[in-house]
């Protein structure tokens, strides 16, 4: 099995997120560009199922644990090839480590799944976006629209209304506030596992101003 760490400027990382309508994603997209930023490489769909065991990870997030672990499985478009991807925290510093799956087939994939995850954590809930990355030297921003979600054995999906905004960069980075300001957006507490799971169980919103 193949186990691999994204590079450093990635795998320690800050995440500012963001929200806004999407009425406004060409207008914010232009601005992206304006200030210099480009094409990562092509826009494609994220689709991810995220694992959990008697809501730990979701309590943890909500609660705002420093340390928490988040563990799910990503494929990209409608493609077969799968990663799962450990996601740590600590404060507000993150890293990922993936690892890539052999299986295509739903029996053979579970049994690899189930050797990586820890004991009894199970499918909690499933999410797809499109997404849209760009880069300026060590700043990233991805926009994700049309996001929405389902819970396990559910065929329809609820969709999401609002865009979010990703802002990443390097803990040692030098980061440029003025690239928000621009952006006119507030910064926000935001977790699609989480607000996910909320949504579908119809909580309140679990988007908190930072």
């Known amino acids: 099995m193949e186990i691999f760490m994204e590079d450093q400027a990635i795998k320690k990382r800050r995440e500012d997120k963001y929200i806004a309508k999407t009425v406004d994603y060409n207008l914010i997209k232009s601005k992206i560009v304006k200030m210099g930023f480009k094409k990562a490489h092509r826009s494609n769909y994220v689709n991810n199922i995220y694992y959990d065991f008697n809501d730990q990870s979701f309590i943890e997030n909500i609660e705002g644990e420093t340390n928490r672990t988040k563990y799910r499985l990503r494929w990209y478009d409608n493609k077969e090839g799968f990663v799962i991807e450990v996601k740590e925290k600590n404060g507000k510093t993150g890293y990922k480590q993936k690892t890539s799956l052999k299986s295509l087939k739903k029996i053979q994939l579970d049994k690899e799944i189930n050797k990586i995850l820890p004991s ?91």
């Open 120 to 210: 009894k954590y199970k499918e909690r809930i499933t999410n797809r976006y499109f997404r849209e990355y760009f880069i300026k030297e060590d700043i990233r921003i991805t926009l994700d629209s049309n996001l929405k979600f389902k819970l396990p054995n559910h065929k329809n999906f609820k969709r999401f209304s609002d865009l979010i905004i990703e802002v990443k960069y390097p803990i040692n980075a030098i980061y440029n506030e003025e690239i928000i300001k621009n952006l006119g957006l507030k910064l926000v507490k935001f977790s699609k596992f989480s607000k996910g799971i909320s949504f579908l169980r119809n909580y309140k919103s679990l988007t908190k101003l930072i």
